[in-house]
């Protein structure tokens, strides 16, 4: 099936054989759906913390500050922004009026509170001779949307979310790179002041990021007086996919293999070569304006808090494992502190003897550990936080794309529409077990959790596979606590207009 010019293609991507084989089986056989025990909520599942208890989370995180453990904040960054401007694109392409558009009349009424408005303002005086509102005031909108957008101009048509300005100051815009700065000086900064960001770029981009972060790191580790390590890595070229024609054939392109990213799941390589003991999770075009930012703080930190909180309460299960000097009651115990507080189930522990049940109870509670934020569902999109049946037939927490479960059956369907929360990709994990050592992150991903879509390339159709999802299938065999968060921490950008939003603008 492949010739000497795809196996110099594939060892030249540090793609095997093997890994081919795997993903040419998954386009063959799909990927089975995930069964739904139950929806995930307050009453099961949910931790929704009373103000009265917060406190001490908050406490044993600040303990936890206090250490010399290592706290890295990791954001996705490599996501373009020509999502965001799809609406204007759109109109750059076709014979409609501004007036015919909801979307563009929203867009230039609000023109001027964009962050970017200056930015684009003499990016027009240039390339036109006129400024933005006159440009407006004579209908050249296409001229305005070309200089936002093309190259000529800003270019945020190529430019990834993050080096997109989203919030005015007094001082001066901020991109949402810059956002996520000044939000890890408050909750991801470490016991030497130092505060270190990981940013996951694509390499087309990655010395537009250096570049930002060497011109404002400093102004923001002066004013919050810490010291930041920015660390950037790619999409590693090994974890992108084989495209597939119709008939499930490799699919090439003037004789070569055509391979396709493998999505966010890819990333759960970059979370693994990163050595530190809390990592933060945040999408990079979710943050807030300093007037919203305490509010995220204090979630974040409650968050990290119940994650410690819980990390040593697992870490003294198995060290008593370990000491054997434990008994029945004690192993019951740990069963109940395994299904009621982290709410994992197997109906076979009734049948199995004390030796078996440790052995189980270790397994269990040995896997690196997350803390997921969950806000009321208002129709956002977005994956839920659900009870799902796993491979080995035991119950346990999963973050579910719609995709992972079966419509067609009415009970699964029944319960998909139950959700009360979804997933705003906001969370804390730890990545070390409790004897310090890392945990090797791959041993833990569902492969069986991809997705496959349809895509084309010079006019033919061709099907292209995404890894399991970084917050689903990438982390299915991690112990997961969902924690109810507020609406006000979760402000996405996902058009342009979402920035004219009361909660983007300062």
């Not at 014979?95 to 684009?120: M, N, T």
């Not at 970059?270 to 304006?289: E, M, R, S, W």
């Not at 719609?402 to 979804?422: C, V, W, Y």
Request: glycine share 6%; charged share 25%.
């Amino acid at each position: 099936m492949f010739t000497q010019q795809d196996l110099r293609q594939l060892n030249a991507k540090g793609i095997s054989i093997d890994r081919i084989e795997e993903q040419l089986a998954c386009f063959k056989n799909g990927f089975p759906y995930l069964p739904v025990y139950a929806s995930a909520s307050v009453e099961k599942g949910i931790m929704c913390i009373p103000s009265c208890e917060q406190i001490g989370f908050l406490n044993r995180w600040n303990d936890y500050l206090k250490t010399d453990k290592k706290i890295v904040k990791f954001v996705p960054a490599s996501g373009a922004a020509s999502r965001m401007f799809k609406d204007l694109f759109e109109f750059l392409d076709s014979d409609v009026s501004v007036q015919e558009s909801p979307f563009l009349r929203k867009f230039f009424k609000g023109i001027r509170h964009f962050a970017f408005y200056s930015s684009l303002n003499m990016a027009c005086k240039k390339n036109e001779g006129e400024d933005t509102a006159s440009l407006c005031k004579s209908n050249r909108y296409r001229q305005v949307i070309e200089n936002l957008l093309l190259e000529k101009g800003l270019n945020y048509g190529r430019l990834p979310k993050g080096l997109i300005l989203f919030h005015n100051y007094p001082a001066g815009p901020r991109t949402a790179m810059e956002e996520h700065l000044v939000e890890g000086a408050f909750h991801a900064c470490s016991k030497n002041r130092e505060v270190t960001v990981h940013f996951t770029v694509s390499p087309e981009h990655r010395e537009l990021f250096r570049q930002l972060a060497g011109q404002k790191s400093p102004l923001y580790a002066e004013q919050f007086k810490v010291k930041y390590r920015i660390e950037f890595s790619d999409q590693k070229s090994s974890t992108d996919t084989i495209a597939v024609d119709s008939e499930n054939r490799p699919f090439r392109d003037n004789e070569r293999l055509v391979f396709r990213p493998g999505g966010h799941g890819a990333l759960v390589e970059n979370l693994n070569d990163i050595d530190a003991d809390v990592v933060f999770i945040k999408n990079v075009d979710n943050v807030a304006p300093d007037s919203l930012k305490s509010i995220t703080i204090h979630y974040k930190n409650l968050m990290a808090g119940v994650l410690v909180t819980y990390q040593q309460k697992i870490f003294d299960c198995l060290n008593l494992i370990d000491s054997g000097k434990y008994g029945h009651n004690q192993l019951m115990e740990m069963l109940y502190f395994l299904q009621d507080e982290l709410c994992v189930k197997n109906p076979e522990t009734k049948v199995l003897e004390d030796v078996e049940l440790v052995l189980y109870i270790k397994s269990k509670l040995n896997r690196p550990l997350r803390v997921c934020g969950m806000v009321k569902n208002q129709g956002e999109p977005g994956g839920g936080p659900f009870l799902a049946v796993n491979a080995d037939n035991t119950i346990s927490p999963q973050i579910l794309e719609s995709s992972q479960i079966d419509m067609t059956n009415p009970e699964a369907e029944r319960l998909f529409k139950r959700g009360t929360h979804f997933n705003p990709v906001d969370m804390v994990c730890a990545l070390k077990n409790y004897k310090g050592e890392k945990f090797d992150l791959l041993r833990y991903v569902d492969k069986n959790t991809g997705f496959i879509s349809r895509k084309s390339r010079n006019g033919r159709e061709l099907k292209a596979l995404e890894l399991p999802g970084l917050w689903n299938g990438g982390m299915s065999d991690w112990n997961t606590i969902f924690v109810e968060l507020p609406i006000d921490t979760f402000n996405p950008v996902k058009t342009a207009n979402d920035l004219l939003r009361e909660e983007h603008q300062v």
